[in-house]
């Protein structure tokens, strides 16, 4: 064979050699190469979460003020207001016949809603019987709910709070009054928050308050990446492409998220789903939800 010939299949050979170091079947025996389960990940974060306390419990009036004739044996002849209406204080209710003759009349002694209206024309009234009217004295309404113990000491009287009532939507609310004890079995402790409204309010409605206490700022993750077990709270990071275990403490939960209050910084790469099926030390290959690799 020439030797210009030979020469030429030795850089051929060379070339070709050199092609197959390069190409993906000889890289995937690189051990630095990425291999393992591909897992979703995300970078820990800081964030800001609302420390709140929820409060379930009944629309009632806060002071009821019931309405009769002072004398006995009166007769109602005339009925000026029913249930639901609002009324000022001094206004005629009704007008009742007086035994000897004459009228007598009914007056409200506050401003306020009448709940109740028992007020049947023809019928006796007395000072002693049945109310002729019960009136929500200046249209005011608590919202009375139960919770727990270790949430009555966070509350204080003046807290402001967002109240959800069926029927009403949205309304404001101030913590007027906390009980000073708990009942005995359930460890649940009585609360008043006084509702503020124009809306006319419907007595026994339920409705569901959350009282903004306080702040919290610390790293976050969701709900998803925190298993609970034996060994703790712990939360999966991956680092040089292999999963590492951290035990966390955890905080405040919203909106999906949970505060983490130690355990993990800020950049840490966190597995979004954490799960049973990865261990310490597992190598994987980590990418975002946007497929983006980490």
Do not use: H, W
């Not at 629309?59 to 029913?82: C, D, N, Y």
């Not at 007056?107 to 023809?122: C, D, F, K, R, Y």
């Not at 007027?176 to 609360?191: C, D, F, H």
């Amino acid at each position: 064979m020439p030797p210009f010939l030979a020469r030429s299949r030795n850089l051929l050979a060379s070339a070709a050699l050199l092609l197959s170091l390069a190409s993906p079947a000889f890289a995937a025996d690189d051990p630095d190469a990425p291999k393992g389960a591909t897992v979703t990940v995300l970078t820990a974060a800081k964030s800001c979460f609302g420390d709140i306390v929820e409060v379930s419990g009944l629309v009632l009036a806060r002071e009821e003020t019931m309405v009769r004739p002072e004398r006995m044996g009166l007769k109602v002849s005339e009925i000026l207001a029913e249930a639901g209406d609002t009324v000022t204080a001094g206004q005629t209710l009704a007008r009742l016949t007086l035994p000897e003759g004459g009228v007598a009349q009914v007056q409200a002694p506050v401003a306020g809603l009448v709940e109740t209206s028992t007020a049947t024309i023809g019928a006796m009234a007395s000072a002693k019987g049945e109310a002729l009217f019960t009136i929500i004295a200046r249209g005011e309404f608590d919202l009375v709910g139960l919770v727990p113990v270790q949430d009555i000491a966070k509350l204080k009287v003046g807290q402001t709070a967002k109240i959800k009532i069926p029927g009403a939507g949205e309304v404001d609310a101030r913590v007027r009054r906390i009980a000073p004890t708990v009942e005995p079995n359930s460890q649940l402790g009585q609360v008043f928050l006084g509702i503020t409204t124009n809306r006319t309010l419907l007595v026994n409605s339920s409705g569901r308050a959350l009282i903004t206490i306080g702040q919290s700022c610390n790293i976050a993750v969701p709900l998803t990446s925190v298993l609970y077990g034996d060994a703790g709270t712990v939360v999966q990071v991956v680092r040089r492409a292999r999963v590492e275990t951290k035990q966390v403490e955890v905080g405040l939960m919203a909106g999906g998220q949970v505060e983490i209050k130690s355990g993990l910084n800020e950049g840490d790469i966190v597995v979004a789903r954490a799960g049973a099926l990865l261990r310490e030390g597992d190598p994987v290959r980590a990418v975002t939800a946007s497929g983006e690799r980490k």
